[in-house]
Structure formats: structure tokens, C-alpha cells
């Protein structure tokens, strides 16, 4: 495991107010040997710039690199940065999102002892999944393509991935604004060997509620437009057959109904 090396790829836009905490999060690892970080700057107008490079100086010991390009959105900016990823595993992380302090250290011992996993994600904000449908979770389960049709345990700052799905699965969709995450590991899992630990080592968006409250996910329409791409994309994989489509397109927008009753219950609370 000492051998091991690990790329986390960052991408940024207008995160002034949180990326030097989102840095310190990585930087303060348990786990910090053979790491680089590679920061996308995707078109940043306030001055998250000059704060990433300020930092870089200050911590000449660790691996730091940032890239620019023009405001292209995150899919590209995850793209540019994992193109030039050089360790064995990448992990994602966002720019307003926290690891905790033992993040990489504990994936990278289940990684170890369980070298048949290629790719590996967590639960986040005091989170455990007990069940995927009818199925029970353990600490450790395996999760095919088919179950994140059903419940999407896998959220972007908690996972870790062998680069070599790169060369087979490639990248983001960068034509989907919403849900993108789901499109990749959609592909992912249907080829690949995916786990849950089920153990909460991430802090995403300040804890606040996963959709409804800002950013991208506060478009719940979209979200759902996305979410059935997703579908769909199942569908034209053969991941599912054309009964099951029309169960989890139904499924989905039960969901996106509830998710909508939740928002207008919030906030009349408020």
C-alpha cells in the first residue's frame, strides 16, 4: 500500500470561500504519501485562483498542480483533470466538500484487503444505507449498475477508482449538466467491480439537504430529466430490459414528486 499512488482531482469555479478548507481537508490526511492533487480552475471569476496558488507555495511538500480553462462546466473540468492524472487510483472531490481526516487511509486498507474491488465509495454526512430494495447492506457490498437505477449510494467526493477504467470507460458525458454522475458510474459498475463501504467519511455541501437547497441540485426538474437519461442509458446498455425501464421511469418520478412535496414542506418551515 506504501507503493500506491493517488491523483484526487479537484475542479473549481468561484470556490473562494472554500477551497483553501477543502485543501486542508486532503492535506490533512492520515494518508499522505504518493498523493498528487490536480486543480481545475474552470473559468473562476473571484479570486479562488491567486488562493490555490498562494497555497501551492506555502506546501511545496505535497503534489499540487493547477489547470485552467474557460468556464466549460464540471464534467469537463473532472475530464481535463483526470487526463492528467499519473497515480494508480483517482479520487474526485469537489470544491465545497470535506474529507475527513482518515478518508483515503481507511479505503486504501479495504482496497487492500480486498484487491478484487476496483472501485470504491463511501457514505457521507452521518449517512448508512440499510437496504437497496429488498436487499440488505453490510459494511462492505457489492453494488451493480442495476442498483444504482435504484438507490445512487455513489456520490462524487466519496469515491475512489483504479485509472484504468479510464482507457476503457473513458470519461464524463459533458453534454449532461445533471445527474452526470450517475451516467458514469452507471458505466462504470456494469463492467467493473463496484463496493459501498458503509461508513460515513465525507462532509458534502456543509451538510445541508442533498437536493432543494443550491447549486446544480436545486433544479429538481433537471435533476430528473437527468436521472432518466440515466435510464434510458441503462435501457440502450442492456442493463435492464424494456418492463424494468418502465418500472424505474416510474420509480424516478415518484421520487421526483416526493422530492418536490419535501422542498414545499421545507420551506413553509422557514
Known sequence: MNNVKVSVVI?????????????????????????????????????????VESYILQHD????????????????ARNEGMRRCTGDWICLLDSDDIWLPNKLERQLQVLFENPKIDFLGTTRNDERFDRIGF?????????????????????????????????????????????????????????????????????????????????????????????LKNIRLAYSMDIIDVAKYGLFSLFSILKYIRRVWIVKVRSKKH
Open 11 to 51: 475542479p473549481m469555479y468561484n470556490a473562494a470561500e472554500t477551497i483553501i478548507g477543502v485543501l486542508n481537508s486532503v492535506y490533512s490526511q492520515t494518508w499522505k504519501k504518493n498523493l498528487e492533487i490536480i486543480i481545475v480552475n474552470d473559468g473562476s471569476t473571484d479570486n479562488s485562483k491567486q488562493l
Open 61 to 76: 511538500e505535497i503534489q499540487i498542480e493547477l489547470l485552467h480553462q474557460d468556464n466549460s462546466g464540471v464534467s469537463r
Open 135 to 227: 436487499r440488505s447492506l453490510d459494511n462492505l457490498s457489492r453494488i451493480s449498475a442495476k442498483d444504482l437505477l435504484f438507490k445512487f449510494v455513489f456520490v462524487t467526493p466519496t469515491v475512489i477508482f483504479r485509472r484504468l477504467i479510464l482507457e476503457d470507460i473513458g470519461y464524463f458525458d459533458e453534454t449532461q449538466r445533471y445527474a452526470e454522475e450517475g451516467n458514469y458510474f452507471i458505466r462504470i459498475a456494469d463492467k467493473y467491480t463496484c463496493y459501498l463501504l458503509n461508513e460515513s467519511l465525507v462532509i458534502t455541501g456543509g451538510r445541508k439537504h442533498h437536493f432543494g437547497e443550491s447549486g446544480l441540485s436545486s433544479n429538481l426538474w433537471a435533476m430528473e430529466k437527468g436521472e
